[in-house]
């Protein structure tokens, strides 16, 4: 500000008027508070200072698209990674291995993808995020495909490729919800998350179900491998040319967008404050191809009950969002306590009667659904946009590590550990795998009891993200448009 001494009427007035410099964009600053400023970072065009160009807020119509090719980026993605889940009987029967190692298919997938997206998390905070998408999304494509071509006596490269091609899938889970919610605020922001996580459920049974369709229809299970890295070809050409890579917070400033400088020790502690065949019904599978009938039931009934509990999740969370401010968290922690009984009555019943277990199945699914897309939207409102993509990695990372990275080999451990207290039966290999999904439940009643703690701080949390993003500087504005201040100094005389 220029400061000049006028006469004005026999007083003495200090008037102030703005320099040619323009104000900053706005920014959230590190640690203890928000310093304004922006970027001095002159790396490359991948750097956020290429993003501080002011750009035009994004159209409608290309947000929606937008978020139609992440979504169908995102169905490819789960539709991939439980392809083998869908013929895993048949690996096993082609490699010749126990439960344990077969569900180490699944836990070094997960590993990789854990460790990794702490990275991506890091990155896409950072740097252009639709190019490190586009990156992932090459290593995926050409692991998955590379996949298809393990032979019988290499099953340690079939390890080492899910693992790569957790690699890829990490890069684009960390920060495809952050670009959304750049595009969208309030409840079109909780539809269009509410869309893009139906996907999980959805791509995880298709991946059941053409998993086992096509191991079926040609009698070797590689071949399903090759269905999604073709339509992921698709997919990267829809993301090259369709979709865009919004300043952060463009949905909160009208399309400004918010920088932020930082450490990543800073970022994590802002977010660590935040805190049938036994009943002889069929045969055991005794050589590939197996009867897919289970994988294509199962595939279907995760399709349906991931739509219609997303839906109803997301439904009940825009209903009640404005009469409740902890009704988010309670809505997960109703799902996950109530899917408890139904996973325990699932697994004893299933010596009894499949059609009842069907059913149980159907209703756990339905309940531990509620809380896909509300827990992404909880994320995306408590976090201020800078450190999104960190906090999704983040969060990505502590689901995985305590869920599905050890998970599936814990529970073949326990299942050959109590099936070789006997000697081997198809009977008996089934009542092994059984009780060792008991820890499932259990589980679930521990989650569900966290997020009862959670509703106890959300409204203080969401409130206070709001006031950091609110508090920042205004847009830029040319110096004639800002009025000139006037201070009196006849006080200070």
């Given at each position: 500000m220029r400061r000049h001494l006028q006469q004005v009427g026999g007083k003495e007035l200090l008037t102030m008027e703005p320099n040619d410099r323009p104000i900053p964009r706005r920014s959230l600053g590190s640690s203890s508070g928000i310093h304004y400023g922006s970027f001095v970072n002159s790396l490359s065009s991948l750097t956020p200072k290429a993003e501080e160009k002011e750009k035009p807020a994004i159209s409608p119509r290309r947000a929606y698209i937008a978020v139609a090719v992440l979504c169908y980026i995102n169905l490819l993605n789960y539709t991939e990674r439980y392809t083998i889940a869908g013929v895993l009987p048949n690996i096993q029967k082609f490699f010749n291995i126990s439960d344990s190692t077969a569900a180490l298919i699944q836990t070094v997938f997960i590993c990789s993808f854990l460790l990794l997206a702490p990275l991506f998390g890091y990155l896409g905070d950072r740097y252009n995020r639709k190019y490190i998408m586009i990156g992932g999304l090459c290593v995926w494509l050409a692991t998955a495909i590379g996949s298809s071509f393990v032979t019988e006596s290499y099953f340690w490269l079939l390890m080492l490729l899910r693992a790569m091609v957790g690699i890829g899938e990490a890069s684009y889970s960390t920060i495809a919800p952050t670009i959304i919610g750049d595009l969208f605020v309030g409840n079109q922001r909780s539809a269009m998350i509410c869309v893009f996580y139906l996907c999980i459920p959805v791509g995880s049974g298709l991946g059941y179900i053409t998993g086992a369709g096509v191991a079926n229809l040609t009698g070797d299970w590689r071949w399903a491998l090759t269905i999604t890295p073709i339509l992921g070809v698709v997919g990267l050409f829809l993301l090259v040319f369709l979709c865009p890579n919004p300043p952060r917070g463009a949905a909160e400033t009208q399309g400004e967008g918010v920088t932020g400088q930082s450490s990543y020790k800073e970022d994590v502690k802002y977010l660590l404050k935040k805190a049938q065949v036994s009943q002889g019904i069929r045969q055991p599978?005794?050589?590939?191809?197996?009867?897919?009938?289970?994988?294509?039931?199962?595939?279907?009934?995760?399709?349906?009950?991931?739509?219609?509990?997303?839906?109803?999740?997301?439904?009940?969370?825009?209903?009640?969002?404005?009469?409740?401010?902890?009704?988010?968290?309670?809505?997960?922690?109703?799902?996950?306590?109530?899917?408890?009984?139904?996973?325990f009555i699932t697994i004893f019943v299933a010596s009894a009667s499949i059609p009842a277990t069907y059913v149980f199945i159907f209703i756990g699914e339905l309940l531990i659904s509620l809380n896909w897309a509300v827990l992404a939207d909880i994320l995306l409102y408590v976090v201020?946009?800078?450190?999104?993509?960190?906090?999704?990695?983040?969060?990505?990372?502590?689901?995985?590590?305590?869920?599905?990275?050890?998970?599936?080999?814990?529970?073949?451990?326990?299942?050959?550990?109590?099936?070789?207290?006997?000697?081997?039966?198809p009977e008996w290999s089934f009542l092994s795998l059984k009780y060792s999904l008991l820890v499932c439940p259990f589980v679930g009643i521990l989650g569900g009891l966290f997020f009862f703690i959670t509703s106890l701080y959300i409204a203080e949390d969401r409130k206070a993200a709001a006031q950091l993003v609110e508090a920042s500087p205004s847009p830029q504005q040319s110096p004639a448009s800002e009025p000139a201040m006037e201070l009196s100094t006849e006080g200070i005389k």
């Open positions: 599978c005794v050589q590939e191809p197996c009867d897919p009938i289970d994988s294509y039931i199962f595939g279907a009934v995760t399709v349906v009950t991931g739509i219609v509990g997303a839906c109803l999740g997301s439904g009940l969370s825009r209903r009640l969002r404005d009469k409740v401010p902890n009704a988010d968290p309670l809505i997960c922690a109703v799902g996950l306590l109530g899917s408890a009984p139904c996973l201020v946009p800078t450190r999104r993509s960190t906090a999704e990695a983040l969060q990505i990372s502590v689901l995985h590590l305590l869920g599905d990275a050890g998970s599936p080999y814990l529970v073949g451990a326990i299942s050959d550990a109590i099936g070789k207290s006997r000697s081997a039966t």
